[in-house]
């Protein structure tokens, strides 16, 4: 477009010289109030299909155009062919993007046509042109288990300085990433040791902070990808997904009782089979008392006496070896009495299939039952306190949800402020171990999966996730890193470097290994019942020995 007007105006001065005016009033040609008219009709008619009122001049100026000698534009030589196509020409492409710098991608010629380089310029493998390699990087990161850890003096090998003294699971990653984009950086701890979340006054603090304020080039720990955060700097793809997740301390292990067989059944349902026995016991004497077909005719001793089977005795003998599925000698002879018994053989089938069903996993499993299941449970309730990382996303989520249950929750942990917010994951973790039940903390399931394979292996991890998320890499707006990392973290995915790295800082060194060992070992001997299990059982036999006595 500037070409064209430039070699326009280079044609239209060459025939008015220095005064514009000579062009007015020539072959009809106007100007009224700083428009052109030709012929009195308005504007230049550039159709090709009609000769009225076409602009004379122009045929003279096309002609001047073709005949005219090459010059350089700033699209390359301007030349024309003899049908007034442009020939021998070469325009690139650029792409322009949103805080990347302009980088051309293709290019358009009249031999060839068009011609994309994008895939090749940005997606061949060694192909990180972008990234300046003349500096070492600094990156920041925050004290976070397993993510980055400073060596102790007793883990300290020899003089060690420098990136050696951390270690951890974004160690490892920044390490594989320095090798694929192929740059050189520096480890330090964020000073203020948060994580990053803005104040009142605008401004952030903690890791996104630093990155604004350009003390830091990338940012790499257990960052959660959020909104606000976004805004402010510029996020990787995730690394690892995840999601808040509730810790509670570990209930002790409810071991069965002497008298755990009767477990499987409430007591109010064995006060009602009492009742309900003793009912039918009392019927079935009743109505065997008044039908005829139970009364029969015996000699005792050479006299004839009435006989009845159904004493109170032994009608509640009946029922009970019905209750227990066994047989008797007596059976009710009356449509009446018989009636009764049938209902009472279904009530027992039933009640027994059911007790039989429960009884096993009574006997042999050792229960832990933890008050707290889901959120819903804890914003329910009152009596566990729980909190979050002060000045952490997981706060932020809980602050700003629209969520009925969530807003219930921030209301109830705004309410005790410190009481409830702890300064790191460490400090949360420790916090539920010394309540021994009374505090919840509320953190990422990642986290919270390490925290529960440390010793003493007293916390565990209920519910579900309450949202989804992912752990992000942070640059500032506009680094030549950023499109980098990204590639570098796609690669790691997929030729499994992410899940490697994962299983190694959170499975392969539990500390709670031995202790499932033999949890799985207990419970492959479960199998075989010990004597605290049927205990009651034989207390029951040994008590009624003197009632056989007597």
Not at 207 to 227: F, K, N
Not at 281 to 308: C, Q, T
Not at 443 to 468: A, F, H, W
Not at 470 to 481: E, M, N, Q, R, V
Request: proline share 3%.
């Amino acid at each position: 477009m500037i070409d064209s007007m430039i070699m326009f105006s280079h044609q239209i001065h060459q025939m008015v010289g220095k005064d514009i005016n000579r062009l007015f009033g020539v072959d009809g040609v106007s100007l009224r109030n700083t428009e052109i008219f030709v012929d009195g009709k308005k504007g230049i008619n550039c159709s090709m299909e009609s000769e009225e009122h076409i602009w004379k001049l122009g045929n003279l100026i096309a002609s001047n155009v073709l005949n005219m000698p090459i010059f350089e534009g700033l699209s390359g030589p301007i030349v024309f062919d003899s049908n007034g196509y442009r020939s021998n020409y070469l325009i690139d492409i650029h792409k322009v993007a949103l805080n990347m710098p302009i980088a051309k991608i293709g290019s358009f010629s009249s031999e060839i046509g068009l011609k994309i380089l994008e895939e090749i310029i940005y997606r061949e493998r060694d192909g990180f042109t972008a990234v300046n390699r003349n500096r070492k990087r600094i990156v920041v990161s925050i004290e976070d288990r397993p993510f980055f850890m400073v060596k102790s003096k007793s883990e300290l090998e020899g003089n060690m300085t420098g990136n050696d003294l951390y270690y951890g699971y974004c160690v490892d990653l920044a390490y594989q990433i320095s090798k694929i984009v192929n740059f050189t950086y520096e480890f330090r701890v964020v000073k203020d040791k948060k994580f990053g979340a803005k104040q009142p006054n605008g401004e952030w603090n903690g890791i996104i902070g630093e990155l604004l304020r350009h003390e830091a080039d990338m940012a790499i720990g257990g960052l959660t990808i959020t909104l606000d955060r976004e805004r402010a700097v510029e996020f990787s793809m995730p690394f690892m997904n995840l999601g808040i997740s509730i810790m509670v301390y570990k209930p002790k292990e409810q071991k069965p009782k002497v008298f755990s067989f009767m477990a499987p059944l409430s007591i109010e349902i064995w006060m009602c089979i009492l009742f309900a026995y003793v009912g039918i016991s009392v019927i079935l004497f009743l109505v065997s008392r008044f039908s005829p077909y139970e009364w029969s005719v015996k000699e005792v001793l050479g006299e004839s006496k009435l006989h009845n089977d159904f004493t109170i005795f032994n009608t509640f003998w009946f029922c009970l070896a019905a209750f227990l599925q066994q047989g008797i000698d007596i059976a009710p002879s009356s449509i009446s009495g018989r009636l009764v018994t049938s209902v009472w053989w279904f009530f027992t089938l039933i009640l027994i299939s059911s007790y039989t069903a429960n009884l096993a996993a009574f006997l042999t499993m050792e229960r832990m039952v933890s008050p707290i299941e889901s959120a819903e449970d804890l914003a329910k309730q009152t009596d566990i306190q729980y909190g979050a990382v002060d000045g952490g996303s997981t706060q932020e989520f809980f602050r700003s949800s629209k969520t009925q249950t969530f807003q219930r929750m921030w209301s109830f942990m705004n309410g005790f402020g410190s009481q409830v917010f702890v300064k790191n994951n460490s400090a949360g973790v420790q916090k539920v171990r010394d309540s021994k039940g009374s505090y919840a903390f509320l953190l990422e399931s990642s986290v919270n999966e390490y925290l529960n394979e440390r010793q003493p292996c007293d916390t565990m991890k209920v519910g579900s996730n309450i949202d989804s998320k992912g752990y992000g890499i942070a640059t500032p707006i506009g680094s030549d890193l950023k499109q980098a990392i990204n590639l570098a973290v796609l690669q790691l995915r997929e030729d499994g470097t992410l899940d490697n790295l994962k299983k190694k800082w959170w499975f392969e060194q539990s500390e709670c290994g031995n202790q499932k060992s033999k949890s799985s070992s207990k419970d492959a001997s479960r199998n075989s019942l010990g004597l605290g299990n049927v205990a009651g059982i034989f207390y029951i036999l040994i008590i009624t020995r003197p009632i056989i006595k007597i």
